[in-house]
């Protein structure tokens, strides 16, 4: 401003008066309605004008303020040099960060050039509508294919939406399309992790998942997880497509399978034999009964169904038929628990129950009039009848009289039993308990049973069939007993006055020889009807020992000693013949050979006679640091079992040689033998809380730096442990249990420095 140039009262200004100001260039007039000295104030409607052509305009209306560019070029607003927002005829234009509490607007909100190949984001109001979309278009800036709507009329709603009946709206994590809309549906790749899903509503008529897969090979499966088996679940439902089966797992196993093709369904078994089969475990290679295969229940050792109910109520299997389906039509088996009372019977007029055995053959039958129809053999525990009664068999046919095992059968006269046989055969006259004094009991005062012979022979004779098979008879006078055959006439064997037992003589003979040495013995048959005549049974003693075995005829018409047991009973050391028993066999030769001994100090050696250097065979020290040796003196290569354990014919562990200075010890682990197979658990834990001690053995004073002590190994493994029933016995630890366990913990510890290398 150059100057004033005209005051309206001569001297001060008022709010009437005119400023005039003048610059080069032109002049600006200013009407004033005040001028004070800190700002200038204007009325409403009244203007700045900036510009030659005065294209700039600041105005207040009584209900706006307006800043007007109304020549050409845009409306600029700057800090320092740089513009920060621009007006220009196609909008404004922000250069940096917008930041504000609310934005409104009535319009589009739009970002990007908006050229012809072009995208962005548009947001935008409707009448009840908040929408934000994603654009790209060809021609012009507008909402195309793809927008988000909030609210969408209905309170609380928000809609993702793609326009046109052929896109799709997708979600995609690092370029990777992960869930996908379009006009059938929703299609997601990869898993989907809720805490609830909820298919249809309570309007809908049908809700529907469909799970799609490879219909020759493919499979679909719902998993059920824990997030904590080392499995990715730990239970499923699947449905394989090239078996058309259903498949129902818990606990990591197949549990329940249904067949599509036959629609047999099976429990704990891929493959049942019934149209339910219920598998607890194999009862080997046995296939259901074409006729009754509707159930089927198996198991490896005793199996059953269980039908349970209160104490006052039945259990019941009921028979029917469409014609007889009523509640007392057909037949019933059941329990009635208040009287503890099982009952089978049919419920239809003129209804018969009938017991069948082998192919068919009824055994038992009772009609509806309540008779009773036996087939064959009668047995009870008891029959009454109080007119009295007779048992009787038609014409040619015995009369058997079969009593249970274990019980005894019983003639009496009122109270007192007159004849007794018991579970073991035994009879007794006038005795209760005939095994007391032999297989036939007497019993009663005096001379119970006299066989007497008024001169020669007394017989007391044996007999089958009405025919005498054997005899006992006195020696013609003379002490002793004769064994006569069955013709009387011929004996085979006696006991004489002197006490010698004879079997198919009448006289000791002393004709055999062992080593050379006659000896006394004790002749008789071997069980053999090709060679009863060529080889006897022996007793006999030498100076120092006794012998019990047996001895063949040789070629040169004499027995001679083929195996047999001796005995010596003199006092001597041990390596020694005396004082020991030693078992005798003969392979070749004239002579036994020694097979077996238990020498004098306890050792029990095979194959062997010289505990102290054995070349092969088991030996068995009492003393010593060494108690059992096992040699093999051919064993120089591997798998020679020394020993093998086994149990209901299979075995379940060895002791092996391996090469010639090894020895494997091995227990049963074959998959055959086992079922339920699944990955163990980790051990760290059972293996953190064993405790590892060192003490003293209280026996000899010895000190061991690491062990375990039985009671403590007990609790974390017990497997590990034996503990006899007699508490005073010693526990036990057997340390190879606790391998598995280790091996798993080292598996573990394995993986999680892999995981931490990598």
Known sequence: MSKISELSDGGSLVSTDFLIAVRSGGNVKVQMDTINVDQVDLGDNEFIRLGNSQDLTLVHTSTQSIINQAGVGDLLIQKGAATKLTVNSSGIDVTGTVTATTLSTTGLITSGSGSTTSSGLQMGYGNATGWAGLWHTASAINLSTTYVVANNGVSGNTIVNSVGSSSTASIAVNGATKLSASSSGIDVTGSVTADGLTVGDTSASQSLIQMLANPTNGANTIHFGDGTSAAAYVGYINY?????????????????????????????????????????????????????????????????????????????????????????????????????????????????????SGAGNESLTLASSGAATFSSTVTSTSFASTAGGTFTTAAGNDLNIV???????????????????????????????????????????????????????????????????????????????????????????????????????SSPQVSDTHNGATVEQFWGNQFSSSNSTNTKVMIGTGSSEGYVGAS???????????????????????????????????????????????????????????????????????????????????????????????????????????????????????????????????????????????????????????????????????????????????????????????????????????????
């Open 240 to 356: 394989a497509h090239d078996s058309n089966s259903m498949q129902f797992s818990a606990g990591g196993s197949e549990r329940l399978r249904i067949d599509g093709a036959t629609g047999k369904v099976s429990i704990g078994i891929a493959s049942g034999d019934g149209t339910l089969h219920v598998h607890t475990a194999s009862a080997g290679a046995v296939a259901a009964s074409a006729q009754a295969d509707d159930l089927v229940i198996e198991n490896s050792t005793e199996g059953g169904m269980t039908i349970i109910t209160p104490d006052d109520q039945s259990a019941r299997i009921r028979f029917t038929s469409p014609s007889t389906n009523n509640d007392v039509g057909g037949a019933t088996i059941f329990y009635r628990q208040n009287i503890n009372k099982m009952q089978i019977g049919t419920a239809v007029a003129g209804g018969v129950l009938s017991l069948a």
């Open 403 to 505: 009593y249970p095992d274990g019980r005894s059968l019983f003639i009496k006269e009122g109270s007192a039993t007159h004849v007794t046989v018991d579970n073991a055969g035994n009879v007794g006259l006038g005795t209760t308990n005939p095994a007391a004094y032999g297989q036939f009991t007497v019993s009663g005062a005096g001379n119970l049973v006299n066989l007497n012979a008024e001169s020669g022979k007394a017989y007391q004779g044996f007999f089958e069939g009405g025919t005498g098979r054997f005899y006992l008879a006195t020696l013609n006078g003379s002490k002793g007993l004769a064994f006569v055959d069955g013709n009387g006439s011929t004996e085979r064997g006696r006991f004489d006055a002197n006490g010698n037992f004879l079997v198919r003589q």
């Open 552 to 758: 063949r005829l040789s070629s040169s018409g004499q027995y001679v000693v083929n195996s047999y047991l001796r005995f010596d009973n003199t006092n001597a050391t041990a390596g020694s013949d005396a004082g020991q028993i030693s078992f005798f066999t003969q392979t070749g030769g004239t002579n036994a050979q020694t097979r077996m001994v238990l020498d004098a100090s306890g050792n029990l050696l095979v194959s062997t006679t010289d505990f102290s250097n054995p070349a092969s065979g088991f030996t068995v020290a009492a003393g010593g640091e060494t108690k059992i040796q096992i040699n093999h003196a051919n064993g120089t290569g591997s798998g020679v079992a020394y020993a093998t354990f086994r149990y209901n014919q299979s075995t379940v562990g060895s002791i092996t040689q391996h090469g010639t200075s090894a020895t494997l010890y091995n227990t049963s682990s074959d998959q055959r033998l086992k079922s339920s197979i699944a990955d163990a658990d980790d051990a760290g834990s059972k293996i953190d809380s064993i405790q590892v001690r060192k003490f003293d053995w209280k026996a000899d004073g010895s000190h061991q730096d690491y062990g375990m002590i039985a009671q403590e190994l007990q609790v974390v493994a017990p497997e590990a442990v034996s503990a006899p029933e007699d508490p005073e016995e010693m526990m036990g630890v057997d340390y190879s249990k606790l391998v598995p366990m280790m091996l798993k913990e080292i598996q573990s510890l394995r993986a999680r420095i892999a995981a931490l290398e990598s």
